[in-house]
C-alpha cells in the first residue's frame, strides 16, 4: 500500500503564494517521478509540473515562471512552490508518483487532492 498525502492548500489573494506539500509512504522500493496536476470545476485534470528523481523537471507553460517544482528523494517529498497566483489557478492540486512498491508492479499512484481557491 501507498500513501500520498498533500497539504498546504488556502485560501490566498491574487498575487500571493502557497506552497504545496506531497509525502509518499509505504513499502517504496523506488520513485520514478512526483508530480502535480490540478482539475478546475468543469474542465479536465491539467498537468502543472513533474520532476524525475533525476531532477528532470516539466512545467506547464500556464505556470511557468511563477511556479516551481521540487523534491526530497530522501524523504520521498515534493514541493510545489506557487507564486504570482491568479484566479485562473483556482482548482484541486492533486499530486501523483510513478514509483514501484515491494512485490509489486510500477504503477501511477495519486493523492486525495488539496483546494488552491485565489480571490482577485
Known amino acids: 500500500q501507498v500513501q500520498l498525502v498533500e497539504s498546504g492548500g488556502g485560501l490566498v489573494q491574487a498575487g500571493g503564494s502557497l506552497r504545496l506539500s506531497c509525502a509518499a509512504s509505504?513499502?517504496?522500493?523506488?520513485?520514478?517521478?512526483m508530480g502535480w496536476y490540478r482539475q478546475a470545476p468543469g474542465k479536465a485534470r491539467e498537468l502543472v509540473a513533474t520532476i524525475t528523481s533525476g531532477g528532470s523537471t516539466n512545467i506547464a507553460d500556464s505556470v511557468k515562471g511563477r511556479f516551481t517544482i521540487s523534491r526530497d528523494n530522501a524523504k520521498n517529498t515534493v514541493y510545489l512552490q506557487m507564486n504570482s497566483l491568479k484566479p485562473e489557478d483556482t482548482a484541486v492540486y492533486y499530486c501523483?508518483?510513478?514509483?514501484?512498491?515491494?512485490?509489486?508492479?510500477?504503477?501511477?499512484?495519486w493523492g486525495q487532492g488539496t483546494q488552491v481557491t485565489v480571490s482577485s
Open positions: 501523483n508518483a510513478d514509483l514501484s512498491l515491494l512485490l509489486r508492479n510500477r504503477n501511477i499512484y
Open positions: 509505504g513499502t517504496i522500493v523506488r520513485i520514478a517521478a
